[in-house]
């Protein structure tokens, strides 16, 4: 093929080639390629290359990169996406849900969704260069392994596949626990990887395959959900537990200045003190752990949402700020009042 | 259908099936004064062939354009029907404007 002799830099050239869709890459570098060449026989190289750079930078649009309004997903996997990512959001802030009580199973409810926050992070790399080539597809053409899904699909399932034995090693030499819970979705994923790869492997026809997108998304949602609901849920609702014993702990002071000690049991000030000792849910059901010391005493309530510990929320007028050998302790905004995490 | 596409087709239709993506862009600039981006242009024909209003087929590879292919671009009934609707729309509301209320050529 005759090519003309002034052509735009090669590596504008790539660039474009990559960021536009294969299916409209001839005509759009046609169209820039003549407008190069008459802009160079008018205006000169300089001028001809500022253009070219210029349509180079118009191009950059979501449509004509990944022809998304030509990718064919089923509107059912689009509702199935939609389900789980909200099944997913519910599940990590079930703990501090209306209706629902701060307890084991919430607690494991929202553990589980945020492991798959946690341990679908591994499978986001491959999970892109699996969309990527999926999106980038073009209607009709010739699929071969890369293009019809089956080699990306053993890109995301290699790392589980290595990690399996790891985690197998690490509990038998280890003595290390062996997590059920990961390891369930671990063989979820790895079934699912499994069926996906047989069914993939006899793919002529190009068709969008919705599996990358659960990939990135679902791990991706979990995540966010975790930092920006979850931890906020956790942060409102410890401020307000802790607001709610300000009258206790100033009836447990009254208590001391008249009768020279702490109580030892916080009922002792039900009635005369306090009209009702508070609790730490809004359903009143759950008390605050009180603990009387040395000329102090100690309040303190947990809170379960954590993906691998339990919160303890403490109040202690010795001084006292951790529990010896336990985790980093955080502070809070009101005095005496701190928080860490526990197995 | 917003105003950039509107032009857009009336180009491709007055070009009666020579329309590709530069040639538009330079007519539109002869006819109307206004530039337009290949980015912007190729979007615009993009989403008018995905709403029926255009359709679409691969022309001769010529030097300047480094061998590649030229896409022409033609008008389809649906498209006519829409440009038509909307020259209608557009008569209606200059036909309700006050006749004494309208002093022509001042501002």
Redesign the interface.
Known sequence: ????EN?PPNWALALLRFIVHPE?Q??????????Y??DLQKDGLKAAQRRFY??L?????P??IFNL?HTTMKPRNGLVLVFIILVVMTASVAPFLPGFTNNRFSHGISQFAQNIGYIGMAFIPFGLIWLIIEIRNKKGQKLNRWTNGYYPSWLVIAPILLFLPLKISLTIIGDQPFDLLPFAIIISVVAFFIYRIQKLKGKKDYKFNPAPLYIVLIPVIALLTSKFALERAAVFSREKAILKTEPLIAAIEKYKTERGEYPEKLEELEGEYIPEIPRINPQNTIPYHYEKGKGSFQLSFEQLWHWNATEVVVYNTSGQKGIKGNYENHPTEHTNWWYYFAD | MGEFEELILLIVAIMNGKA???SI?EELENRTGRSA????I??VL??ME?KGWVTSD?GE???????????YYNITVTGQKKLAQNRETRNNLWDAIPKLGWNYGTV
């Open positions: 093929m005759e090519q003309f052509t409209f001839e005509e759009i570098e046609g169209d820039l390629l003549e407008k060449e008459s210029t349509g930078f118009s191009v950059v649009k449509s004509l309004n | 590709y993506g530069i862009i981006a290949i980015g912007a190729q979007t993009k989403r995905d691969f590879a010529t030097k300047e354009r480094g061998g590649k292919r030229k896409r």
